[in-house]
């Protein structure tokens, strides 16, 4: 049966995880927000996106490393997190900490035996005599609270989710197989620049205003029924690319993957600002890719976008998110003055010195390193002699607890 214990108990985890991710997310946006802006001309749209993927990584793999304290200084993320922990046990909020610390320790709280002796041995003595006694039931306390209201508001977001996507679903199964063939231009050519080996088989929705890659296991491209016979060969050539370099990177399982994260940490502002900054540029390296590998002027490819932002509007709104279309007026009007801009030197993919930078940058800000004199405590043994019987209680003292330290008898508090 689930107590109000047992959830106060869960609920001072779970506030402890929420509050590491929080700032772990923000000091990971803030350090590769600063570092874009820095390289943003001279570097690749996919270096961008994988900087901040970054922020998202960080939340999935919880990576910790004991380092000496002068290293674990210069991480950022353990500045922080040390200067938030202070301030949270100077507000007597010890639940905020990173690592849970024994407060200020009485002599009366060394003589007097533990809680749960006294609750045990009142229990035994109960169960001896035959009486019972009533039990008061545990308060919630507001972490347990606003635990519940989490998973509550959670549940709410992810039932919306599979809606949606259950919805598109029903929509794209109602697709149906063309011919490559009956296409204006040689698919499977672009198929080979695009770098997509794989089998793509193209289909054709009347209830799609817009093409769109579809699948993550077994990637489909739907196309709109009239399209071929509303753009240019040469247009039709660099929509098809954009939509193939989804393919190519497995867009639609980052995007999945986004979007769960959302959800489960749908109060943290860097979560949704990763997430948006990532969605663009994804777009981004997307359009730089297929003008790479289309010889196709770019006068042209900017008509083929401009006759896919006629289509916008005739969208549904269910479809943008399972399908990972960004359809934000500053964002399309982005995406025209790049692909228009003939000055614009294309970069595409990672290069070597992106590789380099990129490297470097998730060993620093993706483990939580951990000074290793927070690691180290004194066991102090005590031994109190209550009602002729002794109770052996176990103490572990952090190095730095900020308030009393045992000696190690046991006898003093220093």
């Not at 353990?78 to 849970?100: H, I, N």
């Not at 490559?180 to 620049?193: G, R």
């Not at 954009?242 to 399982?253: C, G, P, Q, V």
């Not at 995406?335 to 070597?352: C, E, P, T, W």
Request: charged share 20%; net charge positive; aromatic share 8%.
């Amino acid at each position: 049966m689930l107590t109000a214990s047992t959830m106060n108990i869960w609920a001072e985890s779970w506030m402890r995880f929420l509050v590491n991710s929080l700032i772990d997310a923000t000091v990971v946006l803030f350090a590769v927000s600063i570092l874009w802006l820095l390289i943003h001309k001279k570097a690749s749209a996919q270096l961008g996106y994988s900087l901040f993927l970054l922020v998202l990584v960080k939340l999935l793999i919880p990576i910790e490393i004991t380092v000496p304290a002068w290293v674990a200084d210069l991480s950022p993320g353990y500045s922080v997190t040390r200067a938030v922990t202070w301030a949270a046990r100077e507000s007597g909020l010890p639940s905020l900490q990173r690592t849970p610390q024994r407060g200020p320790i009485t002599q009366a709280e060394i003589e007097r035996p533990p809680a749960d002796s006294q609750a045990a041995k009142t229990g035994f003595r109960n169960a001896e005599s035959g009486s019972s006694q009533p039990h008061t039931s545990e308060p919630l306390t507001k972490a347990a609270i606003l635990m519940i209201g989490w998973f509550a508001v959670v549940l709410v977001l992810l039932g919306w989710f599979l809606t949606i996507q259950w919805k598109t679903r029903r929509i794209l199964l109602s697709s149906t197989e063309i011919d490559p063939e009956s296409l204006p231009v040689d698919f499977e050519k672009l198929k080979q620049q695009a770098g997509v080996w794989k089998r793509v088989p193209l289909l054709t929705n009347p209830r799609m205003p817009l093409p769109a890659s579809w699948g993550i296991i077994r990637p489909r491209l739907v196309l709109p029924s009239d399209l071929a016979a509303s753009v240019s060969a040469e247009q039709l050539n660099w929509i098809l690319l954009h939509e193939l370099a989804h393919i190519r990177r497995s867009d639609l399982a980052v995007t999945l993957v986004q979007r769960l994260l959302q959800i489960l940490f749908f109060f943290n502002p860097a979560v949704w600002i990763a997430n948006w900054v990532a969605d663009q540029l994804r777009e981004y390296a997307c359009d730089d890719l297929a003008l790479s590998t289309c010889a196709v002027p770019r006068k042209d490819c900017g008509k083929g976008f401009l006759s896919l932002l006629e289509r916008v509007n005739n969208l549904p709104t269910v479809m943008t998110a399972p399908l990972g279309m960004l359809n934000y007026n500053t964002v399309i009007k982005r995406r025209m003055v790049r692909i228009l801009d003939v000055k614009r030197n294309l970069r595409v993919g990672m290069s070597a010195g992106a590789v380099a930078l990129l490297l470097p940058v998730a060993v620093v800000l993706l483990p939580s390193l951990r000074a290793a004199e927070e690691t180290r405590g004194a066991q102090t043994e005590v031994w109190v002699e209550a009602e002729g019987k002794p109770i052996f209680r176990k103490i572990r003292i952090p190095a730095n607890p900020g308030n009393g330290v045992l000696s190690p008898d046991g006898k003093e508090l220093a």
